[in-house]
């Protein structure tokens, strides 16, 4: 069995306005294939009601750290209200989204990705002591890597939303 250690919980982000829902899908998408994480979406579910649509998003991309860890981010992208809206810019006309978007992302630093040291009592325990006593510097280094891609990504998305705050509705 796997030792995951949660390094970020819950970060939130909130917003209410114009956006783009493909847009934001890609930019998202996007970081993600830049930085070489490996891409799970485990949840895309889109629901409409009279109020809007009411979209879902989980997605747990993960990164192969070294032979031992591995990085994992849970992203949760909650979007309610969303009403399909046309901006006039300029001479062009844009199709954007209005709504709100409630999202969450957690950080997790996974242990013996390949559950080779948890056989045994014995091996789980050598586990233990190598991975707290010689290899803390380690597990640290994966601790910041994980914290640094998720407030990487968390500024991308932030600076988007505001992007589109500042140039459609002001």
């Given at each position: ?19 783009n829902a493909a847009e934001l ?108 006593y010689f290899f803390r510097h ?27 705050k500042y140039t459609y509705e002001?």
């Amino acid at each position: 069995m796997v030792e995951r250690t949660l390094v970020i919980d819950h970060l939130r982000l909130n917003y209410e306005g114009l956006f783009n829902a493909a847009e934001l899908y890609n930019l998202i998408a996007g970081w993600f294939y830049e930085k070489s994480w490996d891409w799970y979406e485990k949840l895309n579910q889109e629901q409409v009601m009279p109020s809007g649509k009411q979209i879902l998003w989980v997605l747990e991309p993960w990164k192969s750290a070294s032979d031992f860890n591995k990085l994992k981010m849970a992203i949760k992208v909650i979007m309610t209200d969303v009403k399909d809206v046309d901006v006039a810019a300029g001479k062009e006309n844009l199709h954007l989204n209005h709504g709100v978007i409630h999202m969450t992302i957690d950080g997790y630093v996974i242990s013996d990705r390949k559950g080779k040291w948890k056989s045994r009592p014995f091996y789980w325990f050598l586990g233990v002591l190598a991975e707290k006593y010689f290899f803390r510097h380690h597990f640290a280094k994966m601790e910041r890597w994980i914290e640094s891609d998720v407030e990487d990504i968390h500024q991308k998305i932030k600076n988007y939303l505001n992007v589109f705050k500042y140039t459609y509705e002001a």
